[in-house]
C-alpha cells in the first residue's frame, strides 16, 4: 500500500504539470477540458511522433485513472475508471479543495456504486482510495489552489499481486494444518512421555511399599524438577508413614502395660474372692488416662497447624509451675526460678505452659536436691529458658534421642517413675510449632534442657 501510494503521489505531480495540454486534452476520457480546441498543427505533430507523444505525456493513454478538479468541484479531466464513475454513476468531488495534510497531499476514501443503466465497472460497489494533491499556480505553498489532482489506487492490483499466494494457499493450507498437527502431536508425546512413566510408577507405589521412586529424565527442564520434587514428596511421605507405624506400635506396647496390671489385679481379686486394691487400680488407671492424653495431644499436634495466638510471658508461666510444685502433697521445694525480667513469646498459653511442664517433669523425676528454671533473653528477638538439674545427666550419645517417642535411657527406672518416654517428644514438638527449639546442653553436673523461642514483637 505504501509504494502504491508513493507511486500515486510521483504520478499526480506529473498530471498537475501537464493536465492544460493538448496530449492531455486529447487523450483524456472526460471533463469540461477533454477534447476541446486543440492546435491543429500541434495535434498533426502529436500524431506523426508517437514516442514523443508517450514520451512527454507518460501518464495519458496508460491506463492511469485519475481526474482534475477545479476548486469549484468542476471535474476538468478525467480519464479511465475514474471517467467512467463520474460519466455512468454520477460520481462526484468536493465543492471545494480537500484538506492535505502530508506536503500538499493528502488521502480520501470514496464508495463506487454501480451504475444504474445496468452496465458494470471494475470497481463495482468498492470502497477505493484516492491520493490527492492541490496545486497552485504560485507554487505549493500558496493558499489559492488552482486545481486538485484525484489519483486512484486500483484494489485489483493488489488482490492480483496476492492471487498467487492465496491459491497456493488455499491448496496448501489444509496440508500444512495436517502436518503441524502431526508434528505437535508427535513432539507432546515425546515430550510428555517421562511423565507417563511417571505415572506409571506412582501407581505402582501403595501405602504397604513406598520403596520405589519415579524416574528423573536428565534432561534439567520442569519435567525433570517436577521428578526430583515427587520423589522428595515421597521420600517425606515414606517417612511419615514409617514413623506413624512405629507410633502405633509403640502405643500399642504402652497402653498393654497398663491394661495388663488392671486386667491382672482384677482377675487375683476375682480368683480369691476378694476385692481389688483401690491404689493399685487407681495408679493404673491414672496412668492409662496420662499416656491416653499424651498420645492425644500428639495426635492434635500433628493434624493442626500453629495457632497465632498472643504474646504469653513464659517467665511468669515457668514461676506459675514452680509455686505449683511448693503446694503438692508432699511439697517439692527443688526448684528456683531466675527470671530477671518479662519474656514475651507469641503463641498459645496451653500449649507453652504445657511444653514447660514436661520439662519440669522430667527433670523432677532425676534431681536430687536442685532444679534451677532461667528465663533470659539472650539476643535481639530471642527467648531462652534453661532447666537444669542436679541428676545423673544425659550421656552425650542420648542427648538427642531422649526427644523420640518412647524412648528411655534407663528403662527400669523410667517406669518405676511412671513416665512413657512422650514428655520430652511433645515438648520438642510445642517448642517447633512455635518456631523454637528444644534440646539437651552440655553440663558439669546433672541435665540441661534448653528451649529457645522467638520473642514477641514490640507493640
Known amino acids: 500500500m505504501a509504494g502504491s501510494i508513493a507511486t500515486a503521489r510521483s504520478q499526480a505531480l506529473a498530471i498537475a504539470s501537464t493536465y492544460d495540454t493538448p496530449a492531455a486534452r486529447i487523450n483524456a476520457d472526460g471533463g469540461t477540458l477533454a477534447r476541446g480546441p486543440v492546435d491543429l ?110 489519483m486512484l489506487i486500483s484494489p485489483l492490483d493488489a488482490e492480483a499481486a496476492v492471487a498467487p499466494v492465496d491459491h497456493w494457499l488455499r491448496r496448501g493450507l489444509p496440508t500444512a494444518v495436517l502436518f503441524v498437527a502431526v508434528v505437535a502431536w508427535w513432539a507432546a508425546g515425546r515430550a510428555l512421555r517421562p511423565v507417563e512413566r511417571m505415572r506409571a510408577e506412582l501407581a505402582r507405589i501403595t501405602a504397604a511399599d513406598m520403596s520405589s521412586r519415579v524416574p528423573q529424565p536428565r534432561t534439567g527442564d520442569e519435567i525433570a524438577r517436577l521428578a526430583v520434587t515427587m520423589n522428595a514428596t515421597l521420600d517425606r511421605l515414606a517417612d511419615a508413614a514409617e514413623r506413624q507405624r512405629r507410633f502405633v506400635a509403640d502405643a500399642a506396647h504402652e497402653l498393654r502395660s497398663p491394661l495388663a496390671g488392671l486386667r491382672n489385679t482384677v ?29 492425644l495431644l500428639l495426635a492434635r499436634l500433628e493434624r493442626t497447624a500453629p495457632a497465632r495466638g498472643k504474646p504469653i510471658d513464659v517467665a511468669a508461666i515457668a ?14 521445694e527443688r526448684f ?55 541428676g545423673p545427666g544425659i550421656p552425650e550419645a542420648d542427648r538427642e534421642r531422649v526427644f523420640e517417642r518412647f524412648a528411655r535411657i534407663d528403662e527400669a527406672r523410667d517406669r518405676g517413675h511412671g513416665g512413657a518416654g512422650l514428655g520430652l517428644a511433645i515438648a520438642r514438638d510445642i517448642a517447633v510449632r512455635h518456631g523454637g527449639s528444644l534440646y539437651a546442653a552440655g553440663a558439669t553436673g546433672g541435665a540441661r534442657l534448653v528451649a529457645e523461642l522467638p520473642q514477641s514483637p514490640p507493640n
Open 336 to 390: 528456683i526460678v531466675v527470671a530477671p525480667e518479662p519474656a514475651l513469646v507469641t503463641g498459645r498459653e496451653e500449649e507453652l505452659a504445657r511444653m514447660l511442664r514436661n520439662i519440669l517433669d522430667n527433670a523432677s523425676r532425676y534431681a536430687r536436691d536442685r532444679v534451677t528454671v532461667t528465663v533470659t533473653k539472650p539476643g535481639p528477638g530471642l527467648v531462652r529458658v534453661e532447666v537444669h538439674d542436679d
Open 41 to 150: 498543427d500541434v495535434e498533426s505533430d502529436l500524431a506523426r511522433d508517437g514516442y514523443d507523444r508517450w514520451y512527454e505525456f507518460p501518464y495519458y493513454g496508460m491506463g492511469i485513472s485519475f481526474a482534475v478538479v477545479d476548486d469549484h468541484g468542476e471535474v476538468l479531466l478525467a480519464q479511465n475508471q475514474l471517467a467512467y464513475y463520474v460519466r455512468e454513476s454520477g460520481l462526484t468531488f468536493p465543492p471545494s479543495p480537500p484538506r492535505q495534510s502530508d506536503f500538499s497531499f493528502g488521502r480520501l476514501d470514496v464508495f463506487l456504486r454501480p451504475p444504474g443503466n445496468g452496465a458494470q465497472g471494475q470497481h463495482d460497489g468498492r470502497e477505493v482510495t484516492l491520493v490527492t494533491y492541490n496545486f497552485s499556480p504560485s507554487g505549493p505553498e500558496s493558499k489559492d489552489v488552482e486545481a486538485t489532482v484525484y
Open 267 to 295: 482377675e487375683v481379686a476375682a480368683t480369691h474372692g476378694g476385692t481389688a486394691d483401690p491404689k493399685v487400680l487407681g495408679a493404673g488407671i491414672e496412668r492409662l488416662q496420662r499416656l491416653t492424653d499424651d498420645l
Open 319 to 332: 514461676e506459675e509451675l514452680a509455686g505449683e510444685r511448693r503446694y503438692r502433697v508432699p511439697p517439692d
